[in-house]
């Protein structure tokens, strides 16, 4: 499909309540393609649809360690994203954004969250993430809210070298 340009953090878009989707249609999986050839390109291990500049709660997330089978990488689509539950346990880790390039910050995260939605089919999806994914979810949900990780960064800086995956 398309690959389409990132927003930047200046970029109202990237600040506004995204809509829920109500019907899961030709539409809808045309963005979801679009939103994953975009997170392809970037390269980058999560999108959301604000960053393309739509308006819409669906995330795609994508995510493997190469070091480690028992996380292979795997493609997660999600719409209507909802966090159900989140360990009381925070973790400390760096992180980057595709729309807030050259720059990295370490952000306190749930450890463990389950993330209920639906995929672009409208087939019910439940997962629970540990750890870098755990992290990815929550990243890419507050965008869908119009947050973005900076405002929850304690620091940030510009890295001298790529220090993180960029969601
Ligand atoms: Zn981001």
């Not at 045309?30 to 995330?59: C, F, H, W, Y």
Request: proline share 5%; glycine share 8%; net charge negative.
């Amino acid at each position: 499909m398309t690959i389409k340009p990132i927003l930047s953090f200046n970029d109202n878009g990237l600040r506004q309540e995204a809509q829920p989707v109500d019907e899961f249609n030709e539409d809808l999986r045309n963005l979801v393609e679009d939103m994953i050839d975009t997170m392809r390109a970037a390269p980058g291990v999560g999108l959301a649809a604000p960053q393309i500049g739509v308006s819409k709660r669906v995330i795609v997330v994508e995510f493997g360690n190469e070091d480690d089978e028992l996380i292979p990488e795997t493609l997660y689509v999600l719409v209507n994203p909802e966090i159900i539950q989140q360990s009381k346990n925070n973790v400390s880790g760096i992180e980057g954004c595709l729309s807030v390039p050259g720059y990295a910050g370490e952000v306190e995260r749930a450890e463990v969250v389950t993330v209920r939605g639906k995929d672009q089919f409208g087939k019910k999806v439940k997962i629970r993430a540990h750890g870098w994914l755990a992290r990815i979810f929550q990243h890419e949900i507050d965008h869908i809210n119009g947050i973005l990780y900076t405002d929850r960064a304690d620091q940030i800086w510009q890295p001298t070298q790529e220090e993180t995956d960029t969601i």
